[in-house]
């Protein structure tokens, strides 16, 4: 059983470098997107996810629901949805309009409007400065949880079934 755990880890990993390396020759078609870069600084420093992009904070019907990580949503907590990172995942998150930066768990996928990279929860939105705009272009870093994690990436699919699950 732990010899398919690592040889699908394995493959899965391979499959991720290629994904990033090709989307790194696309340079021109993938400029207009949002983008994650893994980049490893030295030998025995974890990777290191940094990306730009719209944020957003969610609104307050959804209090009380449970996230995609089985707890239930507080508007008061410092958490964020996230297409991409693993549940559970710490961010820092910085509004590049007035400098302000506040930690994050991800705890949920999303968000759901196009063109955003992450969904904040009111309290973290204050904390930047968000709440007064709604929207505002933010940088999202994050390193993954512990050795276990083979990667700050969760796969595409995994990320969209998540958010098939929460609609």
């Known amino acids: 059983m732990a010899t398919g755990y690592t040889l699908r880890s394995y493959i899965w990993r391979v499959g991720l470098i290629l994904s990033l390396l090709l989307a790194e020759g696309s340079s021109g078609l993938a400029a207009s997107k949002p983008r994650a870069s893994l980049r490893r600084a030295s030998p025995g420093v974890r990777p ?4 730009v992009g719209k944020a957003s904070w969610y609104g307050p019907r959804h209090q009380g629901q449970k996230t995609a990580s089985g707890e239930r949503f507080h508007p008061q907590q410092l958490t964020a949805a996230h297409p991409t990172l693993p549940l559970g995942t710490m961010a820092k998150v910085t509004n590049l309009e007035t400098g302000q930066a506040v930690k994050v768990k991800i705890n949920d996928r999303g968000p759901q409007a196009k063109g955003r990279i992450m969904d904040l929860s009111r309290a973290a939105a204050q904390r ?11 940088r999202v870093e994050a390193s993954p949880l512990s050795r276990g994690s083979q990667t700050a990436l969760a796969p595409r699919w995994q990320a969209k079934k998540a958010q098939k699950k929460s609609v």
């Open 48 to 51: 290191r996810v940094k990306q």
């Open 128 to 138: 930047i400065g968000l709440k007064k705009d709604g929207i505002t272009r933010v």
